[in-house]
DNA sequence: AGCTTAATGCAAATGCGTATCATATTCATC
DNA sequence: GATGAATATGATACGCATTTGCATTAAGCT
């Protein structure tokens, strides 16, 4: 319960409603909605009774992700997504059928990216890797 | 000269003069500007004293992808990027210092791809790799 | 050349995201 | 617990890349 209001501080954020409950949201996101947009949010917390701005919202997630909280994700839907910052890096898996988001770590592409980036001359700094795929079984 | 005319009839299009001009100038843009945005190209254009509107260039760019002439490539610069499509996939590097594109590719990175793909019960449809690095020597 | 249809250019409209600013809230201090 | 300075919020205006509507023009077939 205190547990966002620890976490605020401990980013050196004020503790303010609209952050409790943007921070609640993301984290009692269950996995198949992990990954979500900033009218998501918005419209989840209107669903929950909040009358949260829509420009504090965007505010909000831009300063959890400076503080390390969330991770954004330009996917090419256009618009940026959002997710509670786990402690492991990993990469994403869009179904073009159902638009399921699926998670996946692979430390050997990840070791060969740095690879081609030394070999270039370059320090890999960060990458965007996402699989479109579809079902198997699909047509 | 009718080499653009024929890509065009080809690709289903009219031979209009405002295509024949985006299409040269994606053909001749040098590699280290292979990657322009839509006002990279209308600025070229402008140059290049045609009088083509930045819609039209849009519009152009919209139809060619699609006709596959050329790859449209969303980094996370804000704004679309697009290049004559080559026979062989490569994948970007893009230097976050500098802002050039560099090309690459990986197939042992392709392959796991697909890999990871299948082993979670998908079919790898298409994928987006972008390593953003900065010179080795950079601080 | 004439005609039908698609393409163009301009301007207005979108849509996501950010900046402004008056008001409300936090929280350190009393 | 009240007070006040500093910060956050919400409504709205704005910015910017891209799209769309529509009157005009150009392509290409006969
Ligand atoms: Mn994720
Ligand atoms: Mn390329
Ligand atoms: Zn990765
Ligand atoms: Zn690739």
Redesign the pocket.
Request: aromatic share 4%.
């Given at each position: 319960m205190a547990a966002e209001n620890q976490e605020?501080?401990n980013a050196g954020?004020?503790?303010?409603?609209?952050?409790i409950k943007i921070l609640q949201i993301l984290e009692s996101a269950d996995p198949g909605s992990r990954h979500m947009?900033?009218?998501d949010v918005y419209r989840a917390l209107l669903q929950s009774g909040?009358?949260?701005?829509?420009?504090?919202?965007?505010?909000?997630?831009?300063?959890f992700e400076t503080a390390g909280i969330v991770t954004r994700h330009?996917f090419e839907t256009?618009?940026?997504m959002f997710e509670i910052a786990k402690d492991d890096h990993h990469d994403h898996m869009v179904c073009l059928s159902s638009g399921e988001v699926i998670e996946f770590s692979d430390s050997l592409i990840e070791e060969r990216q740095r690879q081609i980036a030394q070999e270039h001359g370059f320090e890999l700094i960060d990458h965007s890797l996402v699989l479109y795929v579809r079902k198997s079984s699909d047509d």
């Open positions: 605020l501080r954020l004020k503790v303010t409603l609209p952050r947009s900033a009218e909040e009358d949260v701005g829509l420009a504090t919202v965007y505010r909000v997630l831009t300063q330009n256009g618009h940026s």
